[in-house]
């Protein structure tokens, strides 16, 4: 077979992510107004992920992330005093959490600190909380800071993210498949290259979604740390330490995450919204809220 020309392959491409992505195109739906915040409805795509037994999977694989930290001795133990601050800042935001889902009322919370150099954090669907203690410490996280870390983390189990993304994921493969099989034969071409090109496709809109969800999550979770007490100037801070810890980050377009320069400009044109829940929690006027101090930069 002679040899596809770079021009071809473009076309190729992007039949193919006509073919295969146009049933996630259903899931691009109209953003709503929530608390001054910009949210899609909870993606129908979660019902392609397995519904109950993939929350009972999520819940499964936390508690085996515990048990096994435990039998390494890396599960730092409930009389630690960071261990009771991370669950005394999710009592503090939980009561808010079914703002944006009400099954959050009935979820089983739990909160636990494994000690491991990582710098990370999580919550599982079901409100199952983990910190690693490498982000406590590497970034010398206030309990503002903390508080924005964590609703951030919540918020992607509140907005069902990983159903989403797991349900799209599935709908993706199936359609990537069935798109490349049916453009070989009709293009006479490699089922490997059309192949190669939906797959492709499908992981850039994948990669896109995630990436929205990380905006909506940052934005939602500066929200519940405002209403629960803790300043949400603290996420711009925290963005600058972890810019400053970091090295080495991938391009934006080829992350899963927001780059720290964008998330920041986010939260700043945010603040208009998010302030006034703080300074209320407070019982003062936005103008009587002190300028917001951190601590010491991040370490390296």
């Not at 599960?75 to 009400?102: G, M």
């Not at 509140?158 to 359609?175: C, F, I, M």
């Not at 006034?276 to 936005?286: D, E, F, I, Q, T």
Request: hydrophobic fraction near 45%; aromatic fraction near 6%; charge should be positive.
């Amino acid at each position: 077979m002679a040899p596809i020309s770079l021009k071809r392959y473009t076309v190729l491409a992007s039949l193919c992510a006509a073919t295969a992505l146009a049933p996630l195109s259903v899931f691009a739906q109209q953003a709503t107004v929530q608390d001054g915040i910009k949210v899609r409805p909870l993606s129908t795509s979660r019902i392609f992920a397995g519904g109950a037994d993939f929350n009972a999977q999520s819940k499964q694989q936390y508690t085996q992330l515990v048990n096994e930290a435990k039998e390494k001795n890396a599960l730092v133990p409930d009389s630690d005093p960071q261990v009771k601050r991370l669950r005394a800042i999710a009592q503090r935001i939980i009561p808010f959490a079914t703002r944006w889902n009400e099954a959050a009322a009935n979820w089983n919370w739990q909160v636990n600190l494994l000690n491991s150099d990582e710098v990370n954090a999580f919550c599982m669907p079901g409100g199952q909380i983990a910190f690693y203690s490498g982000i406590i410490t590497k970034l010398n996280l206030t309990d503002d800071e903390v508080a924005v870390v964590m609703g951030h983390e919540i918020s992607h189990a509140l907005r069902e993210h990983a159903q989403a993304q797991a349900g799209k994921g599935n709908l993706a493969a199936v359609g990537a498949k069935l798109a490349g099989a049916g453009l070989s034969a009709w293009l006479g071409v490699d089922p490997n290259l059309t192949s190669t090109a939906t797959n492709m496709a499908a992981k850039g809109v994948m990669l896109k979604f995630s990436r929205d969800d990380e905006r909506e999550a940052d934005l939602i979770g500066m929200d519940l740390a405002a209403r629960a007490g803790f300043d949400p100037r603290a996420g711009v801070i925290l963005w600058q330490k972890m810019a400053a810890a970091s090295a080495g980050a991938p391009p934006e377009f080829l992350s899963t995450h927001p780059s720290g320069k964008d998330r920041i400009s986010q939260m700043n044109s945010h603040m208009a919204q998010v302030l006034p829940l703080y300074a209320r929690s407070k019982g003062v006027s936005v103008e009587a809220l002190p300028p917001y101090r951190s601590n010491a930069i991040a370490q390296r």
